[in-house]
């Protein structure tokens, strides 16, 4: 059964913590992004991947980092330095990142500081 | 800079009746667009995609999209309505030139049955 997953589903956090969102595909694709949605804004780019061992900054990336040591997995780690860090994340991928691939996004976690 | 537009933040339809959600868009050169659908606390569904081509678009669950370069436009239809479609839909416009896609900010679409 392919798929994109996330994990976990709701992920508390104290504030001055580290913490890391999970992503994981089965879709072979080589392409990975991380978004942020917070009501009324859509979604926001946080990071994105086209190739395993690379990856650049998207449009919100302060507070925020990522690895991608394999084609599978996209780990995004929400650090001390995120200041509002509350809100719904979502993983995606595709087939590749040219422009006209759409994108498989996982169910999303959704991140509460305490 | 490319940027997308939904210019209407709920839309309201009865059960049966056709329904419209709109797009607009700006690229600077030729766009690539998207459909996407979101349940709640769910992530986004893709429905359909326009590329080059037919400008009428069908994609699934009956829903079709009309892209229209003269008005930058690109809105979302359905010709009946269904309770089950009741969700959030985002619009979503890629540039050729960039490899980044950029969502809209959603518009809620409930049916009324």
């Known amino acids: 059964d392919g798929g994109i997953t996330q994990s976990p589903k709701y992920l508390f956090r104290k504030e001055g913590q580290n913490v890391t969102l999970s992503c994981e595909q089965n879709l072979n694709h080589d392409a990975m992004y991380w978004y942020r949605q917070d009501p009324g804004q859509g979604l926001r780019l946080i990071y994105y991947?086209?190739?395993?061992?690379?990856?650049q900054k998207g449009d919100i990336a302060e507070g925020y980092s990522v690895s991608r040591e394999k084609k599978e997995s996209f780990p995004l780690t929400v650090t001390s330095a995120q200041k509002n860090p509350t809100a719904f994340y979502l993983c995606?991928?595709?087939?590749?990142?040219?422009?006209?691939?759409?994108?498989?996004f996982g169910p999303g976690t959704r991140l509460t500081v305490l | 800079a490319q940027s997308v537009a939904q210019p209407e933040d709920q839309v309201n339809v009865a059960e049966g009746n056709p329904l419209t959600v709109k797009c607009t868009y700006s690229?600077?050169?030729?766009?690539?667009l998207f459909w996407y659908v979101q349940y709640p606390n769910r992530g986004l569904q893709f429905l359909l995609k326009?590329?080059?081509?037919?400008?009428l678009v069908k994609g699934s669950y009956g829903f079709e999209a009309e892209f229209n370069k003269s008005q930058t436009s690109f809105h979302l239809k359905k010709p009946s309505a269904l309770v089950s479609d009741s969700a959030l839909y985002f619009c979503a416009v890629r540039d050729v030139r960039d490899d980044k896609i950029i969502f809209g900010k959603g518009t809620r679409l409930h049916i009324l049955p």
């Open positions: 326009y590329i080059t081509g037919d400008n």
């Open positions: 690229v600077s050169g030729n766009p690539y």
């Open positions: 991947s086209q190739i395993v061992n690379d990856f």
């Open positions: 995606a991928s595709s087939i590749g990142s040219l422009e006209h691939n759409e994108q498989f």
